[in-house]
């Protein structure tokens, strides 16, 4: 079958493809995730490439992903996060299958997301009252990932003001491992603009920014490399990520722990670590206050405190 | 405990107060009697004679309500006069985990009523799982002039407005234990009410509460209540503050240290390891949410003398935990989180040997990518370093019947085995098979086993090892496991210590559920839910049994015929007055 979102056996874009595609999505949750990607790659034209869209092509701008007519020039920007506008066909074409396609996907894509409301495909959260940990607990974990700390506020701030030198040295443990201000294995959530389920980035397993705007591009503008590499220059990892550079038409940019909203490079890469509470891939437009483009970069960062 | 609710429903009719005896030798066995502590011991002096029951009666100032269904406040107040402090509990224990409705009931206001009646000198009142409002906590206050002791986990239906009254009220208050509740936080406004001239509270603990208090008003309560040996603050304490209020309570035996994060000035922190240092005092130490392996080297003086290390809200990682754990040789119980991996329970396993109690909690539950976590190497390593390990709560992802095996092969005394593989119905990761023989070495090794927990996949088979086996065990919770009915028999027509059996996601049906109609009686309750059970079932039950209490909650878009969640439980009080329309009772 076409279409697939699914591998469902993918396909291509007819309209019958996409709609069975979506009632195949809600009964194979589990297996998207891991066994998408197989089948994309052992299928077909790039019309498929819908199927990437299913990974984010919930509603808003109906699926930013990266591709969508055959071999077109959007694939000379893989590097980009893509827009609504980059593949009207698809969205226009969706639209018959409609809302309910885009939301069916949607919902399955909720459940492989790696955010703790969503279920996830296996099983453990999609049962109620399991594993057995007490309800009090749940909210303390779900806390302890989005609530500003008291500190931040209060007593943080004045200390702040002092002239705080780090105490004691402390060991190495720290530096290679990106506990993120939730103390949460690195763990941050990544929300892009226009796609209303967010995503998670392990911050330890990257060592440099290009590496972390690499992993995000290839979470929210395609499942992964084998798909770039039907019909199409292969992503290569040495290019410079669009989303740092400005040339792209989203920026990458993360809430420290003081609340606020910056751009993602200011800052070494350790440091960042340490402050970034998560992570937002915003429209440029939208962004303007605090993204300037590539050429003011060097500007900005002069007049940044860090 | 169970006998002593066996006993009230014998002797119920020979209630009659003024049967005390007031001949000296009585008087003396009260005297010898107010001597014993234990529940159990006092059940069965009271079963000797009628001049023993009596005595006990009379010298009884602590009871313990393992259900708040089973008997009336009346009945208590009937037969224990003398009383001074009352625990209670009241919900089934998979409420905790969000099975149970709200407003299931477990009201404290008809004991409360009661009691201001006939113990108007009742100190202490512990509760778990029960519903208690704000005016019930301003009654509470306001009834009871000698009250001492509030200690309430797991409870719902209340805010700190209802603090802010005991705080006001309870002139002669010497512990307030607010812990794991579904508290209405309103603010932090209520710690302030305590007044200036307050200064008998011994303990503290509002841990999980998260609104900021008034550190002023803290700081001088702590600073005022010299008698203070539990202080267990919440996260919107900052080490500078900790380090103040330390200082000023250097005989603090129990610790909860906040988020135990800031950045601190070199001064600063020399001064909390200092005061630190001088808490000389401490034996067990939780908190630490925010914890930074940074500041943990403060309290490596505290550690030395640690026996309960609480981390389970405080994300560390091995390195962290190891380090931390080389200055804890003395600790008999540690909770953990799940990010300390593996590796951090090596570490438990070579540098606390004397450990007896160990806890490992999910940190992200419901997270499928994470692939950390402990794994059974982790458990397998501390089962080799700490032999004496007889309590154990295990949350991880993997697990193998080998392991088990040489786990209680290496810890034989386990008293309490609760393992959750946390995904339904997952084999042997290494073998495929079920888990049956994983939970079949622990029935057969641990002899002295009272709790077990099991998951995993598992067959029939692993019910008839606990059947068989499992000769002391008193509890026994179930999940996604079984093939038949005949695996519940085997537990019911086994174990002869059986008390609370909860299942839930089961192939037992009703003959498996008749099977237990001699055994009810002798339990405090049953609870089964998303089983095979129909009202049929429950009804023959409940037909049979007219000593048991039959509930059935039903779910929306249920079929007619199917009972969903049933709750059985002895009572000598008859059905429930106070069901609300979703629970039938049959």
């Given at each position: 079958m076409e279409g697939g979102l699914v591998l469902l056996g993918g396909g291509g874009g007819g309209g019958s493809g996409s709609g069975g595609g979506s009632s195949g999505v809600s009964t194979n949750e589990s297996a998207v995730s891991k066994v998408e990607v197989v089948s994309e790659a052992s299928s077909y034209p790039a019309e498929s490439e819908l199927e990437l869209g299913l990974g984010l092509s919930l509603g808003g701008s109906g699926g930013a992903t990266g591709k969508t007519k055959v071999g077109t020039s959007s694939w000379g920007e893989c590097g980009r996060i893509l827009t609504a506008k980059d593949f009207p066909s698809v969205v226009s074409h969706r639209a018959n299958n409609g809302g309910p396609s885009v939301s069916v996907s949607g919902t399955k894509r909720a459940a492989e997301s790696v955010s703790h409301e969503g279920g996830s495909p296996t099983g453990v959260s999609q049962?109620?009252?399991?594993?057995?940990?007490?309800a009090y607990r749940m909210n303390s974990l779900v806390n302890q990932a989005k609530a500003p700390r008291a500190e931040d506020d209060g007593i943080g701030e004045k200390d702040k003001a002092k002239d705080s030198f780090k105490k004691k040295p402390y060991n190495g443990n720290k530096i290679n491992s990106a506990v993120n201000e939730k103390g949460h294995l690195g763990f941050v959530k990544v929300n892009m603009d226009g796609i209303p389920i967010g995503r998670k980035v392990d911050l330890n397993a990257h060592s440099c920014y290009e590496s972390l705007a690499q992993a995000l591009e290839d979470m929210f503008l395609r499942s992964a490399p084998t798909i770039n590499s039907i019909g199409a220059e292969k992503e290569q990892v040495t290019k410079p990520s669009k989303l740092l550079d400005g040339s792209s038409e989203f920026v990458l940019t993360y809430e420290d722990k003081e609340g606020d909203w910056m751009l993602v490079g200011d800052v070494p890469w350790r440091m960042f670590l340490s402050s970034v509470r998560r992570l937002r891939i915003m429209r440029t437009s939208e962004a303007n206050g605090l993204a300037p483009r590539f050429h003011d970069r060097n500007e900005r960062q002069r007049s940044k405190p860090i | 405990m169970e006998s002593s609710e066996v006993n009230m429903s014998r002797d119920s009719s020979e209630l009659d107060e003024s049967a005390r005896g007031s001949s000296s030798p009585d008087l003396a066995l009260e005297r010898v009697l107010s001597l014993l502590k234990s529940h159990r011991d006092r059940s069965s002096v009271s079963l000797v004679c009628k001049d023993w029951y009596n005595a006990e009666r009379w010298s009884r100032t602590h009871v313990f309500i393992?259900?708040?269904?089973?008997?009336?406040p009346e009945i208590v107040a009937r037969r224990f006069p003398k009383i001074r402090s009352v625990t209670l509990k009241g919900k089934p224990r998979f409420s905790d985990f969000n099975l149970v409705p709200q407003n299931w009931g477990a009201d404290i206001h008809p004991w409360l009523v009661v009691f201001a009646a006939k113990y108007p000198f009742l100190e202490e009142l512990r509760l778990k799982r029960m519903t208690i409002s704000d005016e019930s906590l301003e009654f509470l206050a306001v009834s009871f002039p000698n009250f001492k002791a509030l200690s309430l986990l797991s409870c719902d239906g209340f805010s700190t407005d209802g603090l802010a009254i005991i705080a006001t009220h309870c002139k002669n208050l010497t512990e307030l234990d607010i812990q794991e509740n579904g508290i209405d936080d309103k603010g932090g406004s209520w710690l302030s009410c305590f007044p200036e001239s307050f200064t008998s509270l011994e303990a503290l603990n509002f841990a999980n509460l998260t609104s900021d208090i008034n550190f002023d008003a803290l700081e001088r309560l702590v600073g005022r209540c010299k008698s203070m040996r539990v202080l267990k603050v919440n996260r919107s304490i900052s080490l500078e503050q900790l380090q103040r209020l330390l200082v000023n309570a250097l005989q603090l035996a129990e610790l909860g240290t906040g988020s135990f994060s800031q950045e601190l000035t070199f001064r600063q922190y020399e001064e909390l390891e200092s005061t630190l240092s001088s808490s000389k005092n401490i034996h067990t130490l939780s908190g630490l949410w925010e914890a930074k392996g940074l500041h943990l080297p403060a309290l490596y003086p505290v550690c030395t003398h640690l026996t309960f290390l609480s981390l389970s809200y405080a994300p560390l990682q091995s390195g962290e935990l190891a380090k931390l754990l080389a200055?804890?040789?003395?600790?008999r119980r540690l909770w953990v989180l799940d990010t300390v991996e593996d590796e951090g329970l090596e570490a438990v396993g070579s540098s606390c040997p004397l450990l007896e109690e160990l806890r490992v909690f999910p940190a992200d539950p419901f997270d499928e990518d994470i692939i950390h976590g402990v794994t059974e190497a982790g458990f397998v390593a501390v089962s080799y370093g700490c032999p004496r390990l007889h309590y154990v709560l295990y949350f991880c992802r993997q697990m193998t019947n080998a392991a088990v095996a040489t786990i209680v092969q290496n810890c034989p005394d386990f008293t309490h085995f609760r393992l959750c593989i946390m995904d339904p119905g997952q084999p042997d990761y290494l073998t495929n098979e079920p888990m049956d023989e994983a939970f079949g070495a622990v029935v057969k090794t641990c002899t002295k086993l009272q709790r077990l927990s099991v998951s995993g996949l598992l067959t029939d088979l692993t019910f008839e090892y606990i059947g068989r086996y499992a000769k002391n065990l008193e509890t026994l919770s179930v999940a996604f496991?079984?093939?038949?009915?005949w695996g519940m028999q085997c537990v019911l027509t086994g174990c002869p210590k059986l008390r609370k059996l909860e299942i839930r996601d089961c192939p037992f049906g009703n003959a498996a559920l008749l099977s237990g109609l001699d055994k009810y009686e002798s339990m405090r309750s049953l609870w089964m839910s998303a089983c095979h059970v129909t009202m049929d079932g429950c009804r023959q039950l409940a037909r049979e049994m007219p000593r048991l209490n039959v509930e059935v909650m039903k779910e929306d878009g249920s079929d007619d015929s199917e009972a969903d969640k049933v709750y059985v439980y002895r009572s000598i009080a008859g059905p429930r007055r106070d069901a609300p329309p979703f629970v039938l009772t049959l």
């Amino acid at each position: 079958m076409e279409g697939g979102l699914v591998l469902l056996g993918g396909g291509g874009g007819g309209g019958s493809g996409s709609g069975g595609g979506s009632s195949g999505v809600s009964t194979n949750e589990s297996a998207v995730s891991k066994v998408e990607v197989v089948s994309e790659a052992s299928s077909y034209p790039a019309e498929s490439e819908l199927e990437l869209g299913l990974g984010l092509s919930l509603g808003g701008s109906g699926g930013a992903t990266g591709k969508t007519k055959v071999g077109t020039s959007s694939w000379g920007e893989c590097g980009r996060i893509l827009t609504a506008k980059d593949f009207p066909s698809v969205v226009s074409h969706r639209a018959n299958n409609g809302g309910p396609s885009v939301s069916v996907s949607g919902t399955k894509r909720a459940a492989e997301s790696v955010s703790h409301e969503g279920g996830s495909p296996t099983g453990v959260s999609q049962v109620v009252g399991w594993p057995p940990i007490r309800a009090y607990r749940m909210n303390s974990l779900v806390n302890q990932a989005k609530a500003p700390r008291a500190e931040d506020d209060g007593i943080g701030e004045k200390d702040k003001a002092k002239d705080s030198f780090k105490k004691k040295p402390y060991n190495g443990n720290k530096i290679n491992s990106a506990v993120n201000e939730k103390g949460h294995l690195g763990f941050v959530k990544v929300n892009m603009d226009g796609i209303p389920i967010g995503r998670k980035v392990d911050l330890n397993a990257h060592s440099c920014y290009e590496s972390l705007a690499q992993a995000l591009e290839d979470m929210f503008l395609r499942s992964a490399p084998t798909i770039n590499s039907i019909g199409a220059e292969k992503e290569q990892v040495t290019k410079p990520s669009k989303l740092l550079d400005g040339s792209s038409e989203f920026v990458l940019t993360y809430e420290d722990k003081e609340g606020d909203w910056m751009l993602v490079g200011d800052v070494p890469w350790r440091m960042f670590l340490s402050s970034v509470r998560r992570l937002r891939i915003m429209r440029t437009s939208e962004a303007n206050g605090l993204a300037p483009r590539f050429h003011d970069r060097n500007e900005r960062q002069r007049s940044k405190p860090i | 405990m169970e006998s002593s609710e066996v006993n009230m429903s014998r002797d119920s009719s020979e209630l009659d107060e003024s049967a005390r005896g007031s001949s000296s030798p009585d008087l003396a066995l009260e005297r010898v009697l107010s001597l014993l502590k234990s529940h159990r011991d006092r059940s069965s002096v009271s079963l000797v004679c009628k001049d023993w029951y009596n005595a006990e009666r009379w010298s009884r100032t602590h009871v313990f309500i393992g259900n708040c269904y089973s008997v009336s406040p009346e009945i208590v107040a009937r037969r224990f006069p003398k009383i001074r402090s009352v625990t209670l509990k009241g919900k089934p224990r998979f409420s905790d985990f969000n099975l149970v409705p709200q407003n299931w009931g477990a009201d404290i206001h008809p004991w409360l009523v009661v009691f201001a009646a006939k113990y108007p000198f009742l100190e202490e009142l512990r509760l778990k799982r029960m519903t208690i409002s704000d005016e019930s906590l301003e009654f509470l206050a306001v009834s009871f002039p000698n009250f001492k002791a509030l200690s309430l986990l797991s409870c719902d239906g209340f805010s700190t407005d209802g603090l802010a009254i005991i705080a006001t009220h309870c002139k002669n208050l010497t512990e307030l234990d607010i812990q794991e509740n579904g508290i209405d936080d309103k603010g932090g406004s209520w710690l302030s009410c305590f007044p200036e001239s307050f200064t008998s509270l011994e303990a503290l603990n509002f841990a999980n509460l998260t609104s900021d208090i008034n550190f002023d008003a803290l700081e001088r309560l702590v600073g005022r209540c010299k008698s203070m040996r539990v202080l267990k603050v919440n996260r919107s304490i900052s080490l500078e503050q900790l380090q103040r209020l330390l200082v000023n309570a250097l005989q603090l035996a129990e610790l909860g240290t906040g988020s135990f994060s800031q950045e601190l000035t070199f001064r600063q922190y020399e001064e909390l390891e200092s005061t630190l240092s001088s808490s000389k005092n401490i034996h067990t130490l939780s908190g630490l949410w925010e914890a930074k392996g940074l500041h943990l080297p403060a309290l490596y003086p505290v550690c030395t003398h640690l026996t309960f290390l609480s981390l389970s809200y405080a994300p560390l990682q091995s390195g962290e935990l190891a380090k931390l754990l080389a200055h804890c040789p003395q600790l008999r119980r540690l909770w953990v989180l799940d990010t300390v991996e593996d590796e951090g329970l090596e570490a438990v396993g070579s540098s606390c040997p004397l450990l007896e109690e160990l806890r490992v909690f999910p940190a992200d539950p419901f997270d499928e990518d994470i692939i950390h976590g402990v794994t059974e190497a982790g458990f397998v390593a501390v089962s080799y370093g700490c032999p004496r390990l007889h309590y154990v709560l295990y949350f991880c992802r993997q697990m193998t019947n080998a392991a088990v095996a040489t786990i209680v092969q290496n810890c034989p005394d386990f008293t309490h085995f609760r393992l959750c593989i946390m995904d339904p119905g997952q084999p042997d990761y290494l073998t495929n098979e079920p888990m049956d023989e994983a939970f079949g070495a622990v029935v057969k090794t641990c002899t002295k086993l009272q709790r077990l927990s099991v998951s995993g996949l598992l067959t029939d088979l692993t019910f008839e090892y606990i059947g068989r086996y499992a000769k002391n065990l008193e509890t026994l919770s179930v999940a996604f496991a079984g093939s038949s009915d005949w695996g519940m028999q085997c537990v019911l027509t086994g174990c002869p210590k059986l008390r609370k059996l909860e299942i839930r996601d089961c192939p037992f049906g009703n003959a498996a559920l008749l099977s237990g109609l001699d055994k009810y009686e002798s339990m405090r309750s049953l609870w089964m839910s998303a089983c095979h059970v129909t009202m049929d079932g429950c009804r023959q039950l409940a037909r049979e049994m007219p000593r048991l209490n039959v509930e059935v909650m039903k779910e929306d878009g249920s079929d007619d015929s199917e009972a969903d969640k049933v709750y059985v439980y002895r009572s000598i009080a008859g059905p429930r007055r106070d069901a609300p329309p979703f629970v039938l009772t049959l």
